[in-house]
């Protein structure tokens, strides 16, 4: 049982893979109007629920994850909005970490309103 529970959480820590320029491109043009006009942190979380997406946190970085399944889809730098920039203007997440110390989720939405 532990080798299960050792695999699930590499998983769930792990960065997703680069993806291909096409890929990139369909991905851009419906997940980045969501990242670029979201006005909260819960604001973002629930219009990409809406599309089947989800957001986590994984080695500080921002990873967009699909909602029925948890894998990591891409970075938000991959879609041209890093954290950096989308806690600069929508405020900083309140994250919680995970049992591993390299990812966590939003324990809340901290909305600056």
Known sequence: MMIHQDFMNARHAALPAPIDS????LLYSFLSPILETAESWSDL???LAAKGYDVTFRAGRMVLTRADSGVAVCTGRAMGTPLRSLAARIGRPCI???ADGVSGDLSYARDMS
Do not use: F, L, P, Y
Not at 22 to 25: A, C, D, K, Q
């Open 45 to 47: 979380r629930a219009k």
């Open 96 to 98: 919680k970490v995970n």
């Open 22 to 25: 096409e890929t990139r491109v």
